[in-house]
């Protein structure tokens, strides 16, 4: 299945395209090199779905050749003009990362614990 940013978005630690995942908490973009091997062979960032579609909102993605994904949190656009912009995006906190699922999960969890001691 290709998606708007299969082949898009490229790791600016180390060279290689991001690809989708979906996890437990949401559809995210993560360098293949960091999904394969770790942290310790790319210290990249994945970058959520819901992120990427903000901040494309207004850019013609048929006009781009690269989003180049950085460190802090930064997007290089790359369009085939030769020009380029810069877009930042903050961080979810963790807590609105939590599905209701996850939530139960825990509370679950939790309530265990209580009842053995």
């Known amino acids: 299945t290709s998606y708007p940013f299969t082949g898009l978005i490229v790791c600016g630690t180390c060279g290689k395209h991001y690809r989708r995942k979906t996890t437990a908490s949401g559809v995210i973009w993560?360098?293949?090199?960091?999904?394969?091997?770790?942290?310790?062979?790319?210290?990249?960032?994945?970058?959520?779905?819901?992120?990427?579609?903000?901040?494309?909102?207004?850019?013609?993605?048929?006009d781009l050749t690269a989003i180049r994904a950085e460190n802090g949190n930064t997007l290089v656009f790359c369009f085939k003009d030769g020009t380029q912009a810069v877009k930042r995006w903050k961080d979810r906190s963790r807590a609105e990362s939590w599905t209701d699922e996850m939530k139960e999960r825990a509370r679950q969890l939790r309530m265990a614990q209580i009842a053995k001691k």
């Open 30 to 62: 993560v360098c293949t090199t960091y999904n394969t091997y770790g942290k310790k062979a790319c210290a990249s960032k994945a970058i959520p779905e819901g992120t990427l579609y903000e901040l494309t909102a207004n850019i013609p993605l048929g």
